[in-house]
Every structure is written in C-alpha cells, then in structure tokens.
C-alpha cells in the first residue's frame, strides 16, 4: 500500500505571501521511495493523497514585533498610534528592541509628520509606490501577492470551523500540497495535514501525518524609496509629466540564490534568506518601482523562466536573458546566473540583441596576441564566464518625431556584471574596455543614446571606474600595475568615445532643496557617486552604476539613496527588508530634442 514515510517543511517560520512547499517522502508497494505528488487523478494502486491546511486561532489576539517579526510584540509605540502610522509598525518585543531600533524608528515619525504638513495623508507618503507616472499609490494585496485560492475553488470566508479545543478554534483555510500565508495568518500556528485515501471509497487509509508550524509572521517591508528630482528640486517627484519622452531605468543585483548561503551571509535569519521568501519580496519591491526598463543581475536560469519572466509578464514586461557561459561553472546548468533586461510593452519595442561573452573575446585575444606555450595560463585568467546583454529599443512616446520626421527614437541598453575577483584587476578593466568598444561601435552605426547598466565590481576612483566616466585611465593609474598578460599595454588604448556620465553623479552637480541637501550627504564628494550600492559584514561600498550619454539625455530624478538609519543600526544586507546585499539604483531620463544633420 502507498505510505507516507516523511512530512517536513524546508523553513518552520511562515511568512505572509511566501508559498508553504511541504516535503513528503513516499513509498510504493513495490517499496520503491519517491516524492511526487500523488493526485486523486494519478493514483498509485488505488491510492492518492489528501492534503489540508488549518489556522489554529486563539481566544487571545497576538501581536507580532516589527523588528523581530518571528517574536511575539509585548509592547507598541503610542507615537505611531497617534500619528497614524500603520499599526504593524507600532509594535515590539521588549524595551531593548524599541531602544535599539530609534535612529530608525523615529524616522517614522518625522515622516508622518512631514506629510501631514504637506498634505495631510502620511500614509500615501511613507509607504506608497510608485505608478508609471511617478504618482504615490499604495499596492494592494492583488497586485503583490499571488492568487491566495490555496488549492479551493473559492476562499473560504468564513473559514470552516473543524473543531474547538478550549481557547483554541481550528479553521480549514487551504486544501492543496502547498499554501501560501494570508494576513489573516498573522500570529496563529498552521498545521498540515497529509493523509492517503482509498480511491474508491474515498476513506482515509491508515493514521494521517501532520507538521505544526511556528506563528505566521509578516513580510517585512523597509519604507519605500522616493524619486528625488534633480532638475527642480522644489517639485515633488510625483508631479513630473512623463509624457514628453520621459523614461525609467532600474539596475539591481538581486543576489543569486546559489550564493545567498549561510556561510556567507550568516546574519540574516534563515527564514529572510530563503529563496521562497526572497522571490516574493525582491518582487514586490520591483514591480513597486514601476521602472520602464529594468536591468537584473544575478538572475539564475531557472529562476528567469520559472519566476521572473512570467511573474513580470503579468505586469506588462517583455523579458530577454543572457546566461552567462560554463567554461568555469561546475555546477547545474539550470542554477548558472546571468543579466535579465525587462521593458514596459507598452513604452517600448524591441528592435535587436546583442550578447556579449567575454570568454570568446578572450579567445580571440589569446589568438592574436599570446604565445602558444603561454596561452592556457592566459586563458586561465581570463575566461570567468562574464557576460553583458545589450538590447536597442524603440520608444512609444513622446514627441521625437517633430525635429526628425519619421525618424525613430531609438536607445541603446548594456546590461552586465563584472568580474568579481579583487585580485583580476586587469581582467575587471579589460571587460568593461571589451564592452565599451562593442557599444561604439553600435553608436557609430546609429544615432542612439546609450545606457551602461550593471554591477561592474570597481570602487570609485578604480580604472574601470575611470574609463567609463572619463573615457580614459591615467597611464600612472595603480591599477594598471596588475597586467601579467601584456593586455593593457599601450595605455593610449584603452579609451572610448561615448559621452557617458554617472547618473548618481547628479546629486552632486545640482543644487536644491530639503530633500535633495538630505540625499547629497549620501554621496562622496571625493568622486560623485552613492556612498555605497553593496553593504555586507565584510564589504561596504559602491560597485553598480547607472551611465548615460549627456549628449542626448538628462536625468529628470534619482531614487533616492540609503543611508545607514535605513539599513538600522548595525544591519548589513540582506536583511528580512532588503532580499540582497545590494540596493536597486534607479534613473528618470528626458531624450533631449534632436537636430537636423
């Protein structure tokens, strides 16, 4: 007879919208082991499985801690209560906790009360998104969460009472193998339920197999990053018209699941860690930025095709991929990483593809330019499976076509991430001056505007930093002290021609108001860009970018950058708030008018 020989969840914290994926090891007959599901559709000798869910609910309410989410809250903040702010905030789990977390707590407060002077809705303020026209709205439960039927033909409100056990009531609220937590869920114990049923006589076979969980937790959710003007500081974000060719651009190393390992990241709590839990928060706060193009870095394969490409093709986004190459990977094919770029259906179409991968560019250099007997180590230094995708798009708005009749607004999108190795720093310089040249030669074909996106490994101040904001690397550049292979000589070549500047280098240029002096402070005025874009245990700094060519666009806004009382005190990335140990960056872009030739 089929028999269920192990039930066990991967994670015993359950989150709001993360999908509940039981474990169930099964045995044939035959006495063969295995763990597919067994539907009443494909039963095995006469066998299926019944699956359900219950909420156990206590007489008692309980309260979870805003900071320490798998905690029960045991005191809350009044000054959140009468400041409106939203309950699930206002709530911690000892005097230590409230302590600790006050730098950033009070932000809260500042902010409700900034609000309420500006225009007497601090909600819509401090946790609002933003819509394709950089106007604040709240996402609902619809927009964020998927589908929560968890496997009924229609939710179950009221739940089914299945029994009362004396300040305790069990209630049915999912009858499929998985289940995805609702707010209701908030601080109760879920309990699965697994039983093998006679086909025929629809009976429960044998004793049923059960897992209690933990008590459901919310999803934690940092306050959202507001667009900040550059061009006028004393205009709200929210109020610029995007109908005259304006356009977004998002960059964001979203941590690839085969290295957010507890080895790595040790003090993030497994739960947050999680791929089930970091999907869906990496999701929300993407779609929640409401980019026009957004260009993703470390997106393995089977997460494109099975999460990202169809979850963000529900929100109107076209989606090309380039996984990066395998000549190094040892690991499944399916697991690799590599660059995603999505665009807005109805901002833009595609026109081309370009995949750039450097190991055949190291091929074609070793080729040309290293002795035989000299190039497997050439190779061996070179070939890191590195890979940049660069798409040209044609856009469906503004007014472009009125200097140039009939001529299309066109622009040009590399999306990439660099070699990571502190130690290659030839090969990080190389890759950047490969892909450079590849783009000039696309803008020497067309009249385009380029955009350089990605996490390219280089500090500030670093030569490839260097070459991509000043065209150049200084001959006497330290960095060009590390070329064993000769590839870097002469210095006179390694340049570009593209007019690219830093986008994030706007808030150092322009001068402005309250919001934008706040922001300024978050930028190094030794060389222009974000104090950091990466924030770990072991690092913090800035090593992604967004560059443009000034020659035929502006940056209208930036969004705004973070700071350490937005990380809280003594918290590295990720966090249960931010799912990667990056930040997104993200650009505003007006084309410029074009001229005659």
């Known amino acids: 007879m089929l028999s269920v020989l192990r039930v066990h969840l991967p994670s015993d914290i359950p989150i709001v919208g993360c999908e509940l994926s039981p474990y169930v090891l099964l045995r044939r007959p035959d006495l063969t082991v295995f763990t597919d599901d067994v539907p009443e559709s494909s039963p095995v000798e006469g066998h299926f499985l019944r699956y359900k869910w219950y909420r156990i609910q206590s007489d008692k309410r309980v309260a979870i801690c805003s900071i320490h ?110 289940y995805t937590p609702t707010a209701d869920d908030i601080g109760h114990v879920l309990k699965f339920e697994c039983v093998v049923v006679d086909v025929e006589t629809k009976s429960p076979v044998g004793s049923s197999n059960t897992i209690l969980t933990s008590r459901v937790i919310p999803a ?114 399916m697991t690799i990483d590599g660059c995603a770029t999505f665009f807005r259906r109805d901002r ?73 190795q502190q130690d290659l720093k030839d090969v990080k310089l190389w890759e950047v001056h490969t892909l450079l040249k590849g783009l000039e030669k696309i803008a020497a074909s067309a009249d385009i505007p380029m955009l350089v996106c990605g996490d390219f490994n280089s500090v500030p101040g670093s ?40 986008a994030y280098s706007s808030f150092a240029r322009i001068g402005g108001g309250l919001g934008y002096e706040q922001q300024k402070r978050r930028v190094d005025p030794a060389t222009n860009e974000p104090l950091f874009t990466n924030c770990t245990r072991d690092f913090i700094g800035t090593i992604d970018y967004i560059f443009y060519s000034a020659d035929s666009l502006t940056v209208e806004s930036l969004l705004e950058l973070l700071d350490e009382d937005s990380l809280r005190k003594d918290t590295a990335l990720p966090s249960p708030e931010w799912s990667s140990d990056h930040i997104a960056l993200m650009a505003e872009f007006r084309c410029k008018p074009r001229t005659r030739r």
């Not at 095709?305 to 529900?314: I, Q, R, V, Y």
Request: aromatic share 8%; net charge neutral.
């Open 69 to 178: 989410p798998s905690e029960q809250a045991t005191l809350q903040c009044l000054g959140c209560v009468k400041a409106k702010i939203p309950v699930a905030k206002s709530y911690h789990c000892s005097p230590k906790c409230f302590s600790d977390a006050w730098q950033h707590h009070r932000v809260l407060h500042e902010r409700a009360a900034s609000a309420v002077a500006e225009n007497g809705n601090e909600e819509d303020e401090m946790f609002g998104r933003f819509d394709s026209n950089n106007n604040n709205q709240t996402l609902s439960t619809s927009q964020s969460l998927p589908s929560l039927t968890n496997g009924v033909s229609a939710p179950l409100y009221p739940p089914a009472v299945t029994q009362r056990n004396g300040g305790e009531t069990w209630f049915e609220v999912g009858r499929s193998k998985t």
């Open 220 to 333: 934690p959710s940092p306050s959202p990053r507001r667009l900040i003007s550059v061009t006028n500081a004393d205009v709200a974000a929210g109020n610029l018209d995007s109908s005259m060719g304006n356009f977004t651009v998002l960059s964001y190393n979203i941590l690839s699941d085969t290295y957010a390992t507890s080895d790595l990241y040790g003090y993030c709590p497994s739960w947050a860690l999680s791929w089930p839990y970091r999907r869906q928060n990496l999701l929300r706060e993407i779609v929640g930025y409401r980019a026009d193009i957004v260009c993703l870095q470390e997106v393995q394969s089977n997460h494109f095709e099975e999460f990202f490409a169809p979850e963000l093709d529900k929100h109107g986004y076209q989606a090309l991929y380039k996984k990066k190459t395998t000549e190094v990977f040892n690991g499944s094919i």
């Open 348 to 420: 833009f179409s595609h026109v081309k593809k370009y995949e750039v991968e450097f190991n055949k560019a190291a091929q074609s250099l070793t080729d040309a330019l290293v002795p035989s007997a000299q190039k497997k180590t050439a190779l061996n230094r070179l070939v890191k499976d590195n890979v940049a995708l660069i798409v040209v798009l044609e856009a469906k708005f503004g007014d472009h076509g009125v200097d140039n009749p009939g001529k299309r607004q066109l622009v040009c999108v590399a999306n990439t991430h660099v070699n990571v």
């Open 463 to 502: 030569a490839p930093h260097a070459l991509l904001a000043i065209g150049k690397v200084d001959p006497m550049h330290p960095d060009l002290a590390v070329d064993p292979l000769g590839i870097l000589r002469p210095t006179a070549k390694l340049t570009h021609t593209l007019p690219l500047v830093s």
